[in-house]
């Protein structure tokens, strides 16, 4: 199957807009991707055709909802290689991991180890802390290296059989590293850990096979996947989300309540306490069927193209100071430029059309490692061009000569 980026962008509306009297130029994808017409119509047809509470209902449109509903879970768990019941809709990766965490949080005692990295967005970071704030149990980072990988032998000194949860990021959303999971999750299951991935970048930009990475659970948001907001997923083990306490209560997550007790739902029902996000289930679905008629191989060279070709273009640029050179990276570009703040680079980008995020990307940790507040971030998607590529880096230079 050959890929045409120009094809492809065709069908997301929003790219043929201007943006301060220039042509949108969209590197912002790693913080939400824009979406193709085959979601926005797959929402739009459902609230326009069949639409319905999920579960409950014994009238034909509840039961379509509700088909298209669970069919989304199915269309899901085969994209990562899950079954369906593995799958519980989210809000997004961050609901997915405090799900996680809180439910983990029963089994855990004062002292126990938990072991991430200090690459970790904010979200495999927080709710953590909440578990050593409340109850005692003790955080531990894996270093960074300077060209931004995980530092594999402290990883191994920092396991140990206090250790009780290894959670991780697949990949980087600020250095673009992309971590050798399949390998950290069995060193943390031979230390006995419960192994967490955030795989909210990496699932954007290649395939996924969970049982292959043998992670106890694994999380994403449908946002960054081309589909809608306010939708993620939370792939467990049966045995593992089947031994997790429950995260909220209300109504689907029952099977039986009386004034005096509850019994619980099976998972994944049993975490998907009162109204879904139904629509947004649909649309994640629709996001997921669209990417399975791409050549995803095909998706990821032409994402690396975009970037190396930056990259080399700006090599000789002694202004500028790249983080993350780890062999391998995905395609996202984090930068700083001498003698200027990230927010004023974003902002005069933004004049040219560019759009680049700008801030700590929800990783001080990982900020304060490279003695930086912020930076800005160009992360490239599979409906950028050479050409956009090409108008970044002119955009670039030329606000580089701003602070000159
Ligand atoms: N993890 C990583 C690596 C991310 O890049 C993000 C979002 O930027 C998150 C977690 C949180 O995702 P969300 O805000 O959709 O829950």
Redesign the pocket.
């Known amino acids: 199957m050959a890929f045409d980026a120009e094809v492809i962008r065709a069908e997301f509306p929003i790219l043929g807009r201007q943006v301060n009297g220039r042509p949108l130029v969209y590197l912002d994808s ?3 991707a824009q979406k193709p017409r085959a979601v926005i119509e797959a929402m739009t047809r459902a609230m326009e055709h069949s639409y319905a509470n999920v579960h409950r209902g014994l009238h034909t449109l509840a039961n379509e909802t509700t088909e298209a509903y669970e069919g989304a879970r199915s269309k899901i768990a085969a994209f990562i290689g899950a079954e369906a019941p593995e799958i519980v809709f ?8 405090n799900l996680v965490a809180s439910g983990l949080g029963a089994a855990l005692r004062p002292g126990d180890e938990i072991l991430l990295s200090e690459m ?5 970071i927080v709710p953590w802390h909440f578990l050593r704030e409340r109850q005692g149990v003790v955080l531990k980072f894996t270093p960074v290296t300077d060209d931004g990988r995980l530092d594999m032998e402290a990883f191994k000194e920092l396991l140990s059989e206090r250790t009780r949860v290894v959670a991780l ?6 250095l673009g590293t992309v971590n050798p999971v399949a390998e950290l999750t069995r060193l943390a299951h031979e230390a006995g850990a419960i192994v967490l991935l ?5 699932v954007v930009h290649r395939a996924i096979d969970v049982k292959a990475l043998d992670a106890d659970f694994y ?6 996947l081309y589909g809608p ?1 306010g939708i ?1 997923a939370l792939y467990g083990k049966s045995e593992r989300l089947a031994s997790l306490r429950p995260y909220q209560g209300g109504g689907e997550m029952i099977g039986k309540v009386t004034l005096e007790e509850i019994t619980y739902a099976d998972p994944p029902h049993r975490f998907e306490a009162g109204t879904p996000p139904i629509l947004e289930a649909i649309g994640l679905g629709a996001a997921i069927d669209w990417l399975g008629g791409l050549d995803r191989a095909a998706v990821a060279e032409h994402e690396h193209g975009l970037y190396t070709h930056v990259r080399e273009r700006l090599n000789g640029a002694n202004w500028l100071r790249v983080l993350g050179e780890a062999p391998g990276k995905g395609a996202i570009l984090s930068f700083t430029v001498d003698g200027a703040h990230a927010h004023d680079v974003a902002q005069i980008l933004d004049k040219y059309g560019v759009a680049v995020r700008a801030g700590t ?3 001080e940790p990982l900020m304060r490692r490279f003695g930086l507040t912020s930076s800005a971030r160009a992360s490239f998607a599979l409906y950028n061009t050479h050409e956009e590529a090409d108008a970044f880096v002119d955009a670039l230079t030329k606000t580089q000569a701003f602070f000159a």
């Open positions: 790693a913080a939400s989210t809000k997004g990766a961050t609901e997915a991991i970790e967005h904010h979200a495999n990021t697949h990949m980087s959303n600020v955030d795989g909210c970048q990496a999380v994403f948001s449908g946002h960054k907001t993620g990307h929800c990783a």
